[in-house]
C-alpha cells in the first residue's frame, strides 16, 4: 500500500500520561501536515513541514503539543500531560508541493484520554 | 478565522436519486477539494479544482469551482447506498499556505 499510514490507529491513555504518534506520508510528498478531528467537525489544522522544515502552526497546537519530522520523511505527534480535552482523531496527510498541494489524507489515529 | 459554509448539514438519499451539496466562503479560494469520510476512517479525496469555473468529474461526481472563487459544489447522479457518509468541502484561500481550511460536513445517510 503506498498511501499514507498512521501508527497506532487507537491511543487509550489516562490524563497526565505523554503519548506519541507516527505518520509515514506516501514516499515521494515532500510536504506533511497534521489536523485534528473531533466529533461532528471537519478536521483542523495543527501544522505542517516541508521536507525537515516545520513552516506553519495554528494556535491550536499548544506548547503541550510537538510535532518532529527529523529526516524528512516520516513525522511524529508528542502530546505530553494529555488532557481529556485532547481526545479526538489525529490526522496526518501529505502532499507534493507544486501540484496544487492535494492534500491525501492517512486513517488517523483516535485517541481517547480517560 | 477563515470558514466555510457547507450545506445541507445532512441529508437522506434514495437509491437512484441526484444529490447536490454547495460550499461558499466570504473569502477568495485557489483551491476546492471534495472529500469523503466514512466513520473511523481519514477523509478520502474525491475531486479537486484548481481554477475559476473549473468542472470537473469522477464517475457519478461532479464538482464545480465557482466562477467568484467563493463557493463549490458537488453533485452525486444516480446515489448508490455506498455513497452513504461524511463529505467534506475544503481549500486554501489567499492568505494560507498549507493550511487547508475544512466545511463542517454534509451527511449522507439511506432513507428509512
Known sequence: ?114 | GQQLNQSPQSMFIQEGEDVSMNCTSSSIFNTWLWYKQDPGEGPVLLIALYKAGELTSNGRLTAQFGITRKDSFLNISASIPSDVGIYFCAGYYGGSQGNLIFGKGTKLSVKP
Not at chain 1, 1 to 24: E, Y
Not at chain 1, 58 to 71: G, H, T
Open chain 1, 1 to 114: 500500500d503506498t498511501g499514507v499510514s498512521q501508527n497506532p490507529r487507537h491511543k487509550i491513555t489516562k490524563r497526565g500520561q505523554n503519548v506519541t504518534f507516527r505518520c509515514d506520508p506516501i514516499s515521494e510528498h515532500n510536504r506533511l501536515y497534521w489536523y485534528r478531528q473531533t466529533l461532528g467537525q471537519g478536521p483542523e489544522f495543527l501544522t505542517y513541514f516541508q521536507n525537515e522544515a516545520q513552516l506553519e502552526k495554528s494556535r491550536l497546537l499548544s506548547d503541550r503539543f510537538s510535532a518532529e519530522r527529523p529526516k524528512g520523511s516520516f513525522s511524529t505527534l508528542e502530546i505530553q500531560r494529555t488532557e481529556q480535552g485532547d481526545s479526538a482523531m489525529y490526522l496526518c496527510a501529505s502532499s507534493a508541493s507544486g501540484i496544487g498541494d492535494t492534500q491525501y489524507f492517512g486513517p488517523g489515529t483516535r485517541l481517547t484520554v480517560l
